[in-house]
């Protein structure tokens, strides 16, 4: 199984600020990658997914994708103290098979 | 919260217990899935169910036993299970399968092994 990295964080970042979250992944063959939000104790939320190289914007949300680099980042615009959780990353191996990040964990201070 | 749902939500159970942990979905979809997630380890596949067929097993141990009787409903079989069994144990569906079908969590069933 190939892997996906993330940086477990905690990454701390003011209220109103960017936070940008990365993710990087081992296998070449995956083509659409996701974001997901997990509050603690409670399930993954997903945010959004990202298949084609470049950026893919949904309200304060950014997920960026660059191929070539194996890399695939979230930018959180205006963040807010309700965006504090864990953000988890996932690619998409073959049909059916989301394989996850450790998660990073995500601060905002007001 | 959303269109999965999971009962029960929290389990303690022996090891030489039998339970089931059921999985609904009130979405139209076609695709189930069962994740573990342990502390401090990622969020990992165990099975996928596509049409009520069986296209995945992740290495399961065969404690562990799914059953998928219609595309709405799927379950989760557990007998003598270890301690290190325990973790939150998520449902997910999708529409369908492949690169651009999102899967959505249910809230997850808490499972302790005693």
């Known amino acids: 199984q190939k892997e996906v990295e993330q940086n477990s964080g905690p990454l701390s970042v003011p209220e109103g600020a960017i936070a940008s979250l990365n993710c990087t992944y081992s296998d070449r063959g995956s083509q659409s990658f996701f974001w997901y939000r997990q509050y603690s104790g409670k399930s993954p939320e997903l945010i959004m997914f990202i298949y084609s190289n470049g950026d893919k914007e949904d309200g304060r949300f950014t997920a960026q994708l660059n191929k070539a680099s194996q890399y695939v980042s979230l930018l959180i615009r205006d963040s807010q103290p309700s965006d504090s959780a864990t953000y988890l990353c996932a690619s998409m191996q073959g049909a059916q098979k989301l394989v996850f990040g450790q998660g990073t964990r995500l601060t905002i201070n007001p | 919260e959303t269109g999965v749902t999971q009962t029960p939500r929290h389990l303690v159970m022996g090891m030489t217990n039998k339970k089931s942990l059921k999985c609904e979905q009130h979405l139209g979809h076609n695709a189930m899935y069962w994740y573990k997630q342990s502390a401090k380890k990622p969020l990992e596949l165990m099975f996928v169910?596509?049409?009520?067929?069986?296209?995945e097993n992740n290495s399961v141990p065969s404690r562990f036993s799914p059953e998928c009787p219609n595309s709405s409903h799927l379950f989760l079989h557990l007998h003598t299970l270890q301690p290190e069994d325990s973790a939150l144990y998520l449902c997910?569906?999708?529409?369908?399968?492949?690169?651009?079908?999102?899967?959505?969590f249910g809230p997850g069933t808490r499972l302790t092994v005693t």
């Open positions: 997910a569906s999708s529409q369908g399968q492949g690169p651009n079908y999102e899967q959505y």
């Open positions: 169910y596509n049409f009520k067929e069986q296209t």
